[in-house]
């Protein structure tokens, strides 16, 4: 190293590769994948083997086999539910924290994203034993008498999905909601109490309002994580829980069907894709984008 | 309205967060109609007192009453009072329209009103182009205007505007000031301004209270205010003021001596009992505007100093002139004067004798 080693002429030699890097490293770990799957959506298998030669039969199958549409629409039916209902437990969780003072507020966060710190694996294993027939769900409320033998009706099947995917999901839905309510000025709210707003008022004409783009940016993470778990619904979903996830899984897995599973992938793609436009849509605030 | 009949009545209201005491058993009465500003150096308590009217916070102790009812403990919903705030707290999701509405709209005041009413608030402040514009989308003058038509619309008794100049540059507060005065003088609503700008009190009010440290110091017009302070603080405070200590003389008529350590002189105590009553080698001040000293003539009998020249600062339409005067202790004098267009002879450096008339000095107390 010469005497001269001042950061600015290092960086001034360094700042072309670092420039590359950063357009080059997303085109080649998330682009470059994508266009992959989309180039092998347009071929085909023959005994395990795959035939380099484009067609649109794996589109077609999707579309006009039986078997793959209903499940996929069941599929964003779930995932659709799954986001709704984490937001309906979210949003009185994240208004909750922002009534807090500041001290505790925080540290209350910090616990309710604790989860987020634990392997998936074994929180799914920890909700599966929960659920189950003999699980602790059944066994507290046949102890409680509500119901007089173990329920099936969240053993094994969608619900089950649906229960593990919002629970594992939530705290993905309270961070965005609890910024936007916590981004929103005080003295608005004082401002519509001074008009004559009642609170109830104040939280549906101002507060909920400008919340919105936290509500929009956490059903759109939801939606998106819970419609690309394949391992959840696997797990949790047995035999009736079949999901578009674990159909793709099986092509790139047992069914050794590259092609046909990157046709699905893209499909999968595109809702994703739209979900996120979607969210970055309604995640703005209005009055201001115009 | 009534000029004369009190709208709002403040009796011993005191205010502490925690043990910290903010305002001490301040008596205000709030005229109809009337434009009263509160005025004072931050952590004088101005604020508190617009907050506490405004139903923001709950009084310590005291009462506050409306029409000679006790209103201490009314919802902040329920208070026929709106308040324009320091930053406008416009609601960014709402139009202009939705903003200035708002109001009726959660009284459930039917739509064909609601839009009647708007249209008519918009065109007082001048805004009835912008109905269907956004905030975001409106110059800091045009929020502040929004701002005010969303307090008027619900015809509250009292509007509160929590310094809403100070955001905005000199030229548009001096155009918003003459805006406000002649939107309250149109729809005589009672306007209760807090501001740290004497300048800006002056320029609109009816009426100033000056407070300091949780006190109010005085409370009068503009005028008397400017010409009778009661005290030192507000002598120093409200406009330019040159104070000279000195220890109370003999009472002449209307006039009093003081003692200072610039000589004797005499200032007028008309109308201020108090000045003449207060005993001999009781400890005050001379008070006197730069504009009351001037460089003395031959006929000048009375006050008469003479100092050094420090520096001659051209303003415009005047200039300022500071003089070192007195011996050990040296007192710095303001004198302003018209300024001329061929420039003054004077030189900093030069000494000069000055003089100011009695009926134009006056006295306070310390």
Same mark, same amino acid.
Do not use: H, Y
């Given at each position: 190293m010469s005497g001269t080693g001042s950061p600015q002429p290092l960086n001034g030699r360094w700042s072309p590769l670092v420039t590359v890097l950063a357009f080059a490293l997303p085109a080649i770990f998330v682009l470059a994948p994508l266009a992959i799957f989309l180039v092998y959506s347009f071929f085909s298998v023959d005994q395990g083997q795959i035939v380099y030669a484009p067609t649109l039969a794996n589109y077609a199958r999707f579309f006009t086999d039986p078997v793959f549409l209903p499940v996929f629409w069941r599929t964003i039916v779930l995932c659709l539910s799954v986001a709704a209902i984490s937001i309906l437990l979210a949003y009185p969780t994240a208004y909750f924290l922002t009534t807090l003072e500041g001290r505790w507020r925080y540290a209350l966060l910090m616990l309710l994203m604790v989860?987020? $710190?634990?392997?998936y694996v074994i929180k799914i294993y920890a909700i599966r034993s929960i659920l189950g027939l003999n699980g602790f769900l059944n066994k507290a409320l046949v102890a409680l008498g509500i119901i007089t033998e173990p329920s099936t $009706?969240?053993?094994?099947n969608m619900n089950a999905i649906l229960l593990t995917l919002t629970l594992l999901l939530i705290p993905f839905a309270i961070l965005p909601i609890f910024l936007a309510l916590e981004r929103i000025p005080q003295v608005l709210l004082r401002a519509s109490d001074d008009l004559g707003a009642t609170g109830l008022q104040t939280f549906l004409r101002i507060t909920l309002p400008l919340s919105m783009p936290g509500v929009a940016s956490a059903a759109s993470f939801v939606f998106v994580l819970a419609i690309g778990d394949f391992l959840t619904p696997q797990m949790v979903g047995g035999? %009736?829980? &079949? @999901?578009f996830g674990r159909i793709l899984y099986s092509q790139f897995? @047992?069914? &050794? #069907?590259w092609p046909f599973g990157a046709a699905l992938s893209v499909a999968l793609a595109v809702v994703v894709i739209l979900a996120i436009l979607a969210g970055e849509r309604f995640g703005r605030n209005r009055g201001t984008s115009h | 309205m009534n000029q004369n009949s009190d709208l709002l009545t403040l009796r011993s209201v005191s205010k502490s967060y925690g043990t910290v005491p903010v305002l001490y058993g301040i008596d205000l009465a709030i005229r109809d109609g009337e434009f009263l500003t509160v005025l004072g150096p931050s952590g004088s308590g101005k604020t508190t007192v617009l907050r506490l009217i405004g139903g923001l916070e709950p009084l310590t102790s005291g009462e506050i009453r409306l029409d000679g009812q006790d209103i201490s403990g009314m919802p902040i919903n329920r208070r026929p009072f709106n308040t324009v705030f320091q930053d406008y707290a416009l609601f960014p999701h709402l139009t202009v329209a939705g903003n200035v509405g708002y109001g009726l709209s959660v009284r459930h005041v039917p739509r064909k009103e609601i839009s009647r009413r708007v249209a008519e608030a918009l065109e007082l402040v001048q $805004?009835? +182009?912008?109905?269907? +514009?956004?905030?975001?989308? $409106? %110059?800091g003058g045009q929020r502040q205007r929004v701002a005010l038509a969303r307090a008027l619309i619900c015809q509250p008794r009292l509007v509160l505007l929590d310094e809403p100049l100070a955001a905005l540059d000199l030229e548009l507060r001096r155009q918003m000031q003459e805006f406000l005065k002649s939107i309250q003088r149109e729809v005589k609503t009672t306007f209760l301004f807090v501001t740290h700008d004497q300048e800006e009190a002056i320029g609109m009010a009816d009426r100033i209270c000056v407070m300091q440290a949780g006190h109010i110091r005085q409370l009068g017009t503009p005028h008397e205010l400017y010409y009778?302070? #009661?005290c030192e603080f507000v002598a120093r405070f409200f406009g330019e003021n040159n104070l000279v200590a000195g220890t109370l003389g003999e009472v002449r008529g209307e006039f009093r001596a003081i003692e200072t350590a610039l000589g004797r002189l005499v200032c007028s105590v008309n109308g201020q009992p108090h000045l003449k009553a207060a005993a001999a080698g009781a400890s005050g001040f001379a008070a006197f505007r730069p504009e009351a000293l001037h460089f003395a003539g031959d006929g000048d009998a009375d006050n008469r100093l003479s100092g050094t020249i420090a520096d001659l600062a051209f303003a415009g339409s005047s200039t300022v002139a500071t003089i070192t005067a007195g011996g050990d202790v040296a007192h710095r004098l303001r004198l302003r004067f018209p300024s001329r267009v061929d420039g003054s002879a004077l030189r900093v450096g030069e000494t000069v004798a000055l003089s100011f008339a009695p009926h134009e000095g006056h006295l306070v107390l310390a």
């Open positions: 989860p987020l $710190l634990m392997s $009706l969240f053993v094994f035999i %009736s829980g &079949f @999901t897995g @047992t069914a &050794f #069907n | $805004l009835g +182009r912008f109905a269907d +514009r956004f905030p975001a989308q $409106l %110059s009778k302070p #009661n």
